[in-house]
Nanobody
Framework: VQLQASGGGLVHSGGSLRLSCAAS????????MGWYRQAPGNERELVAT???????NYADSVKGRFTISRDNAKNTVYLQMNSLKPEDTAIYYC???????????WGQGTLVTVSS
């Protein structure tokens, strides 16, 4: 099982980034996919999730700015991040939850840095 995240980087406040997570070794279509993030000194927190049916859930802090989507044909989940703020600076982790056997997993993180 591999969750390969990419797309992080350095951006100015107000800018945009698009994260991607390519999954392999899993039945992608039966997994809820998502993104968590962890800033230095903070606990890991939910950013957004998307079910196999396309239902989405967002942290209040990113609602209206971030959009999660998935392409089941490509086994990939995306996070479009707009109007970025310095407080969005964190390592972003791809997440998956197998809804049949209730098994979760994490990918390696990708660093997002937003300068003021």
């Amino acid at each position: 099982v591999q969750l390969q995240a990419s797309g992080g980087g350095l951006v100015h406040s107000g800018g945009s980034l698009r994260l991607s997570c390519a999954a392999s070794g899993i039945s992608f279509s039966i997994n809820t996919m998502g993104w968590y993030r962890q800033a230095p000194g903070n606990e890991r927190e939910l950013v957004a999730t998307i079910t196999s049916g396309g239902s989405t859930n967002y942290a209040d802090s990113v609602k209206g700015r971030f959009t999660i989507s998935r392409d089941n044909a490509k086994n990939t989940v995306y996070l479009q991040m707009n109007s970025l703020k310095p407080e969005d600076t964190a390592i972003y982790y791809c997440y998956r939850f197998n809804t049949v056997i209730h098994l979760e997993g994490w990918g390696q993180g990708t660093l997002v840095t937003v300068s003021s």
